[in-house]
């Protein structure tokens, strides 16, 4: 059964930090691409970060600058996604997807799997 379990959203204010974690199940995680999405309330979803299956290849979004790292573990069936600087701007609903073979992407159509999203809310 796939799973994909979100976790570390909340509220923090500008120039915050956050680590978000996405667990996958290792039947579907482990030799796969994954990535993060996230949707802002109003607006298209938006790519943020992919890492591929080993954890040596990551590309990022446009609007990230810098600012946020992915990486994985995984012996632990992991990945993170390491934010720092926040601004208002990145509040939102943020997703982790598994992609359909070993490297992420930022086309959400490569992706197979969802989780069901965690809320980061940055205050100004």
């Known amino acids: 059964q796939v799973q994909l379990v979100e976790s570390g959203g909340g509220l923090v204010e500008t120039g915050d930090s956050l680590r978000l974690s996405c667990a996958t199940s290792k039947r579907t995680g482990s030799n796969n691409?994954?990535?993060w999405f996230r949707r802002a309330p109003g607006k298209e979803r938006e790519f943020v970060a992919a890492i591929n299956w080993r954890g040596d290849s990551t590309?990022?979004?446009?609007?990230?600058?810098?600012?946020?790292?992915?990486?994985?573990?995984?012996?632990?069936?992991?990945?993170?996604?390491?934010?720092?600087?926040?601004?208002?701007?990145?509040?939102?609903?943020?997703?982790?997807?598994?992609?359909?073979?070993?490297?992420?992407?930022?086309?959400p159509s490569q992706y197979a799997y969802w989780g069901q999203g965690t809320q980061v809310t940055v205050s100004s």
């Open 59 to 107: 590309i990022y979004g446009d609007s990230i600058q810098g600012r946020f790292t992915i990486s994985r573990d995984s012996a632990k069936n992991t990945v993170y996604l390491q934010m720092n600087d926040l601004k208002p701007e990145d509040t939102a609903v943020y997703y982790c997807a598994v992609a359909r073979g070993a490297y992420g992407s930022a086309t």
């Open 33 to 35: 691409g994954v990535g």
